[in-house]
């Protein structure tokens, strides 16, 4: 992926540091971003890039630095300012954070999450009645984000607490897996005197965030299978994949992997269950369907690996490797001239190339 970097662009530094900040690379990406403004210090997008890397890894003062040039670059700017202003209150500078964010809002009033920031900043230096208003604004402008709503609706239990049970029931309607509304509906529920009502939504909340907290144990036990993964660790990836699947047995991401494993072990039928399991719950997911189709292709079954490459089409119609497996997988079954049509499609997308999993 490096040799595709312009070495002379800042632009190509800077979206190839995105692309590694979103595969979790966040050091390399860091270094990408400083490389894009050593060519172009002026650069506002690789500006904007290195803050937010900086605020992800935690440096704030750092992600501070650079908020402060994309402001002085683009002092017009809303987002400019809510992003300095955010970052100045996660590192308790409430007043400088307020001058931001207030200029935000200034600047462009249906910044729904400027008022939502600011509403916050307002709550933790303890204005309270300042902060209802821009609460308001933010579920308002933004009425589908259930954060905006149910923080609204805590913040008017104090002084209107029907008002909040109402918007409380909003966000849950929304995202009815919410524990932190049925939490916040449930408190405000117990203070107007609705005991029964309030034991339900105290239950339910119970009920989810135990849920939640198995669904992040499943997340973080299929993300170190895929580390051991990386390094052909296959032992150890596939019981940290089963672990993941004893936190929640339907998480179609440890299924995926888990036939990744499975395959590249030679273990045909545990791989083909898994990538079944897998496609239950996730059935328009092109790589489960693409990595399906590898190992089907591995095991000679030929129709069904064109059935997966060809849902994997069906899906994603730019994805040049699932054009290349299936111009291979129709030759082994003697379709040559549709096997050349798929070849000639493939090439035009992108390298074909018959490698590993993806």
């Known amino acids: 992926m490096r040799e595709l970097v312009n070495p002379k662009s800042a632009e190509s530094h800077s979206n190839f540091g995105v692309a590694l900040h979103q595969s979790g690379d966040l ?4 270094s990408e971003f400083q490389q894009a403004l050593s060519i172009n210090p002026r650069f506002v997008e690789g500006l904007k890039n290195l803050a937010q890397a900086m605020r992800d890894k935690g440096d704030l003062k750092a992600a501070i630095v650079y908020y ?12 400019a300012h809510a992003d300095l202003g955010f970052t100045l209150k996660r590192n308790s500078q409430l007043k400088e954070a307020l001058e931001e964010l ?11 999450r400027a008022h939502f920031h600011l509403a916050e900043t307002l709550t933790q230096t303890g204005e309270d009645e300042a902060a209802l208003p821009e609460y308001e604004a933010a579920a308002r402008l933004s009425p589908k984000d259930v954060e905006f709503r149910v923080k609204y609706g805590t913040a008017l239990a104090k ?19 919410n524990y ?17 009502g309030s034991a339900f939504e105290f239950q339910r909340a119970t009920e989810l965030s135990a849920a939640a907290d198995k669904h992040a144990e499943a997340v973080l036990r299929t993300n170190k299978g895929i580390e051991y993964l990386k390094k052909s660790d296959f032992s150890q990836a596939i019981q940290a994949l089963r672990s993941a699947l004893v936190a929640e047995p339907g998480f179609a991401e440890a299924h995926h992997y888990l036939g990744i494993a499975y395959s590249a072990t030679g273990k045909r039928g545990e791989a083909n269950r898994e990538f079944k399991e897998a496609l239950q719950s996730r059935p328009s997911d092109s790589e489960i369907h ?17 059935r997966e490459f060809t849902a994997v089409i069906t899906i994603r119609p730019s994805h040049p490797q699932a054009h290349c497996w299936l111009a291979s997988s129709l030759s082994h079954i ?18 074909c190339e018959l490698g590993a999993f993806r």
């Open 27 to 30: 050091q390399g990406a860091i």
């Open 68 to 79: 402060r040039q994309v402001v002085s670059l683009q002092p017009e700017s809303s987002m």
């Open 102 to 112: 207030r200029r935000a809002v200034s600047l462009s009033p249906e910044l729904a």
């Open 159 to 177: 002084t209107r607490p029907q008002d909040a049970v109402g918007q409380l029931r909003q966000a849950i309607a929304l995202d009815p897996n």
């Open 180 to 196: 932190v509304a049925r939490q916040a509906l449930g408190m405000v529920l117990r203070r107007n005197g609705d005991l029964e």
């Open 290 to 306: 693409f990595n399906y189709g590898v190992a089907l292709g591995r095991q000679g079954e030929w129709q069904e690996a064109i």
């Open 334 to 351: 003697g379709d040559n001239e549709r096997s050349k049509s798929e070849l000639e499609q493939a090439r035009e997308l992108g390298p």
